[in-house]
């Protein structure tokens, strides 16, 4: 069964302190995985697309990373103001129709 | 910098009325979406629309839901007779091509 999880649930860290965000996917033909951050009350806000296992995309503190079966969104040096939910989300099924995993709850302490 | 926006915020209901929420996509862009979020669970899609009909929709979005796009700036979606259960944070999306989606900021729903 096609499917998207994230892991940890929760992630709590130091100011400064660098770590891993895991989302590992089960779909035949990958057709695209984003990153999204979600503030509470907020919609989710869009970071990357990547395609191809070996991909990479850098933004500010946040690197995203593509395999075969898994993505990893790579936090280095963060700040308080990372603090947030993030998102995985691929395409299963049809091209539009997405499936987000549950999303890790990052906070980031002074 | 473009964005969706969604009207209104908050929207109280009564079990069992229709209600339309509404949305303005980022104004080049082809495809639609909405999505829902329950209190404390994870975004669901519902449908997505592009040129002018549904092009995919979830299990979720069955004959109580539709979505129309009744000018070229506006897209809604009406629920016919809301339950309990409908509560929940909807958000509408856009996109210029069928990849990554950009979404509003939501409408909270709350059925009593």
């Known amino acids: 069964e096609d499917q998207v999880t994230q892991s940890p649930e929760a992630l709590r860290l130091q100011e400064g302190e660098s770590s891993s965000l895991n989302c590992s996917y089960t779909?035949?033909?990958?057709?695209?995985l984003f990153w999204y951050r979600q503030d509470p009350g907020k919609g989710p806000e869009f970071l990357f697309t990547l395609y191809s296992a070996g991909e990479e995309k850098e933004k500010e503190r946040l690197k995203a990373t593509l395999t075969k079966k898994e993505s990893f969104l790579h936090i280095t040096a963060p700040k308080p103001e990372d603090s947030a939910t993030y998102l995985c989300?691929?395409?299963?099924?049809?091209?539009?129709?997405?499936?987000f995993g549950t999303g890790t709850k990052l906070q980031v302490i002074p | 910098e473009p964005e969706v926006t969604q009207t209104p915020s908050h929207q109280v209901t009564q079990m069992g009325q229709e209600v339309i929420l509404r949305c303005v996509p980022i104004?080049?862009?082809?495809?639609f979406y909405w999505y829902r979020q329950i209190l404390g669970q994870k975004v669901e899609f519902l449908v997505s629309f592009y040129n002018n009909e549904i092009s995919e929709k979830s299990e979720i979005f069955d004959d109580q839901f539709s979505v129309e796009r009744p000018d070229g700036s506006n897209f809604t979606l009406k629920i016919r007779s809301t339950k309990l259960e409908d509560s929940a944070m909807y958000f509408c999306?856009?996109?210029?091509?069928?990849?990554?989606?950009?979404f509003g900021q939501g409408t909270r729903l709350t059925v009593v």
């Open positions: 104004s080049n862009h082809l495809y």
């Open positions: 999306a856009s996109s210029a091509q069928d990849t990554e989606a950009f």
């Open positions: 989300a691929v395409p299963l099924g049809g091209y539009q129709k997405v499936t």
């Open positions: 779909v035949s033909g990958l057709r695209g």
